[in-house]
T-cell receptor, first 115, second 116 residues
């Protein structure tokens, strides 16, 4: 149980285009989902927290207009990187947690390369 | 504010030797503490978590960690390292807030290398 999937697992896009990453909880309802960014050889940096049906809460320094997060249902959250640039290339990981459970279940990550 | 410090960004052990990965935390409230493992190009897998029950927590793959409030530590150990243990390990802390959805604060990670 508690499986989280991400799609795609890797994506290459051209500078200036937008790319959408999906995060799904497969066998539970996720009241809260988190989006992280991880640079090579570094730790996870929380980008934003999203609760189903409400606007995401972004961490300080994260551009909300660039990283659009939608949590439209209890099993799906999406991260859209708009007008991507090479510096947006990174490993993006989502996690999900059901209500009243103090544990996050992580997706396998999405490798984004912007050329 | 919460934080975790992982001492040693790289740890190297021989196969069969004791694994000790250090984690110290700072929290203004009683914390939840976690250890995660990450293999290359993969997400995080939970090894174990401390949620105020027993101070010695046993996890998967033979790992365990002991919560020591007096030392604000939550070190991860395994009696005998296996080649498959080579990976990146992250310690994390979150506040005890009911209702779920707690933020995790991660340490900088420790790369474990296991040598023959």
């Amino acid at each position: 149980g508690a499986v989280v999937s991400q799609h795609p697992s890797w994506v290459i896009c051209k500078s200036g285009t937008s790319v959408k990453i999906e995060c799904r909880s497969l066998d539970f309802q996720a009241t809260t989902m988190f989006w992280y960014r991880q640079f090579p050889k570094q730790s996870l940096m929380l980008m934003a927290t999203s609760n189903e049906g409400s606007k995401a809460t972004y961490e300080q320094g994260v551009e909300k207009d660039k990283f659009l997060i939608n949590h439209a249902s209890l099993t799906l959250s999406t991260l859209t990187v708009t007008s991507a640039h090479p510096e947006d290339s990174s490993f993006y990981i989502c996690s999900a947690t059901p209500y009243s459970v103090n544990e996050q279940y992580f997706g396998p990550g999405t490798r984004l390369t912007v050329t | 504010a919460q934080s975790v410090t992982q001492l040693g960004s790289h740890v190297s052990v021989s196969e069969g030797a004791l694994v000790l990965l250090r984690c110290n935390y700072s929290s203004s409230v009683p914390p939840y503490l976690f250890w995660y493992v990450q293999y290359p190009n993969q997400g995080l897998q939970l090894l174990l978590k401390y949620t105020s029950a027993a101070t010695l927590v046993k996890g998967i793959n033979g790992f365990e960690a002991e919560f020591k409030k007096s030392e604000t530590s939550f070190h991860l150990t395994k009696p005998s390292a296996h080649m498959s243990d080579a990976a990146e390990y992250f310690c994390a802390v979150s506040d005890r807030i009911t209702g779920g959805g707690n933020k995790l604060t991660f340490g900088t990670g420790t790369q474990l290398k296991v040598e023959l």
